[in-house]
């Protein structure tokens, strides 16, 4: 699979992180279940995480994602906010 196609998964998510955090400067979601949609990585980094402590950031994903996680095995989370 090429970098730039995404799976539908991949791009579902991202999309929903795109609505949820709207000031992000990178999203990026992969698949880490082989295209089955059971695991995914995120990584985001964007302006609302900044003063928040990780524990708080990846809350704020996983209630954006909750429909979702519902589905899934597994999700790593990688937040940040931007340099300032």
């Known amino acids: 699979r090429g970098f730039a196609s ?3 998964g991949e791009s579902r998510l ?4 795109r609505e949820k955090f709207p000031r992000a400067s990178a999203i990026k979601v992969v698949d ?3 295209g089955c949609g059971a695991m995914y990585e995120i990584h985001i980094e964007s302006e609302e995480f900044r003063e928040k402590r990780t524990v708080q950031q ?8 909750s429909e979702e ?4 095995h597994g999700l790593r989370i990688f ?3 931007p340099k300032a």
């Open 14 to 17: 991202a999309g929903l992180l």
């Open 58 to 65: 990846h809350q704020m994903v996983n209630q954006a994602l």
């Open 6 to 8: 995404q799976t539908d």
């Open 32 to 34: 880490i279940s082989g």
């Open 79 to 81: 937040t940040s906010a």
């Open 69 to 72: 996680i519902k589905h899934m």
